[in-house]
């Protein structure tokens, strides 16, 4: 249905390490949003991808759009303290249904 | 400053005793929204509304109610609330087309407690 698949639950990494987290769907998507959620706090939007094999940067996060548009990807380079936090990627519904569903999140944790 | 404002922020009640929680905000927004975030579930959406006098369900919209007569509010209302209805709540809002393709502003969450 309109689920949207996150993995890995959780992450743990030295800071300076690399962290990836995936959102996959059985369906195609129109678009896919990311949000990151601090510890206490609420859902702050990051990005939004449309375009098949769409790649897009902000300083040390890389966002990916799959070819088929099923599936999508947040990377963050060199780790930082301050990435610590849950990531969500959104999918919206298609026509007429405009539920937005988020995927359980990835639990970012850095040690410094 | 734009922003989504939900209050209260805290609340414990008891069991059957209605109540709502308000959700603001000041950015002219059509699509509002309220989601329930839950330990290993994630935010799962409540009720949206594209616009004044139109709501519709989200994915978990059992045993809650929304109204959406003024443009820049969207509260929430329990009737009577159950512990699994413990939770924390957010509202959001977004631009137009019933926020598809727009980012999602949250309010700052309200922490609810059904004793």
């Given amino acids: 249905g309109q689920q949207v698949m996150q993995i890995p639950q959780y992450q743990h990494v030295q800071e300076g390490e690399d962290f990836t987290t995936y959102c996959n769907s059985s369906t195609t998507l129109s678009n896919i949003q990311w949000y990151k959620q601090r510890p206490g706090g609420h859902p702050v939007f990051l990005i939004q991808l449309v375009k098949s094999g769409e790649v897009k940067k902000q300083k040390r996060l890389t966002f990916q759009f799959g070819e088929a548009k099923k599936n999508s990807s947040l990377h963050i380079t060199a780790t930082q303290t301050t990435d610590v936090g849950t990531y969500f990627c959104a999918r919206h519904g298609r026509g007429s249904n405009y539920k937005l569903t988020f995927g359980k999140g990835t639990l970012l944790t850095v040690n410094p | ?115």
Avoid at chain 2, 8 to 18: E, H, M, N, Q, S
Avoid at chain 2, 40 to 51: A, E, F, K, P, V
Avoid at chain 2, 54 to 80: A, M, Q, W
Wanted: aromatic share 12%.
């Fill in chain 2, 1 to 115: 400053e734009a922003q989504v404002t939900q209050n209260p922020r805290y609340l414990i009640t008891v069991t059957g005793k209605k109540l709502t929680v308000t959700c603001s905000q000041n950015m002219n927004h059509e699509y509002m929204s309220w989601y329930r975030q839950d330990p290993g579930l994630g935010l799962r959406q409540i009720y949206y509304s594209m616009n004044v006098e139109v709501t519709d369900k989200g994915d978990v919209p059992e045993g809650y109610k929304v109204s959406r007569k003024e443009k820049r509010n969207f509260p929430l209302i329990l009737e009577s609330p159950s512990p699994n209805q413990t939770s924390l709540y957010f509202c959001a809002s977004s631009l137009s087309q019933g926020g598809r393709g727009y980012e999602q502003y949250f309010g700052p969450g309200t922490r609810l407690t059904v004793t």
